[in-house]
């Protein structure tokens, strides 16, 4: 753009530059992506500095919605516990699961579950107000906690919720992320060999540009 105004005058070009300047928008966090994945990295790091949150339409229109299940976590310590779960998903996963994700996830569940539940979400309990736990194919205990039979929308809508009323969190509806930026915009040869590649923000079709310390 600015090239085009080499032909004009000093102030055209001062004036194409302060409009780009103006469309660069700067966060701590940038995250591109905003179903559960991307709203609950956001609330988890809202506390630490401003987060862009990228969502390619509303926040309201995700895959997560339609989700019925539950989500599994050793809950229930009486009966339950970390090694049951681990080798009920090996067993699961024909033995071909990564062991080490498997161990990671499974132990870090009731963690997690806790987080959700101080953004909101309403897991049913029952009369004892325990949580109804429910037992699926696979599972050798009752660990599955659930709400009703939409779990996927109260966990949306509670992250939603959330989200919207967090001072540090801004939200960018109906924004694509087209471009990664990283040393390559620096004339630096980048490939996905490349080791201890740098990412500085995203470019958005907007016409905006987001800069950020860390991207998701």
């Not at 000093?10 to 409009?19: G, K, T, V």
């Not at 862009?52 to 976590?73: H, P, R, V, Y």
């Not at 009752?142 to 509670?158: C, V």
């Not at 009323?165 to 980048?190: D, K, L, S, W, Y």
Request: aromatic share 8%; charged share 25%; proline share 1%.
């Amino acid at each position: 753009e600015i090239s085009e105004c080499l032909v004009g005058s000093e102030m055209c070009i001062r004036d194409r530059y302060l409009n780009i300047r103006n469309m660069i928008k700067e966060f701590d966090f940038l995250v591109i992506g905003s179903g559960i994945a991307g709203m609950s990295f956001a609330l988890k790091v809202a506390h630490k500095g401003k987060v862009a949150l990228i969502c390619k339409t509303e926040l309201e229109e995700a895959n997560t919605f339609f989700a019925q299940g539950g989500i599994a976590s050793v809950t229930n310590t009486l009966v339950d516990n970390f090694d049951k779960h681990i080798e009920d998903t090996m067993i699961a996963g024909d033995w071909i699961s990564d062991r080490a994700a498997v161990e990671k996830v499974v132990r870090e569940a009731p963690g997690q579950i806790k987080e959700l539940i101080d953004w909101g979400v309403d897991f049913d309990k029952n009369d004892k107000g325990d949580f109804d736990l429910h037992k699926e194919g696979g599972h050798s205990e009752f660990r599955i906690l659930h709400h009703k039979d939409n779990t996927g929308a109260e966990i949306q809508e509670s992250l939603i919720r959330a989200v919207k009323t967090h001072p540090n969190i801004e939200i960018f509806n109906r924004h694509f992320a087209v471009e990664i930026i990283t040393q390559h915009h620096m004339g630096i040869i980048v490939t996905r060999h490349t080791p201890g590649i740098k990412c500085y923000g995203a470019y958005a079709v907007s016409y905006t540009h987001l800069r950020a310390h860390e991207t998701l």
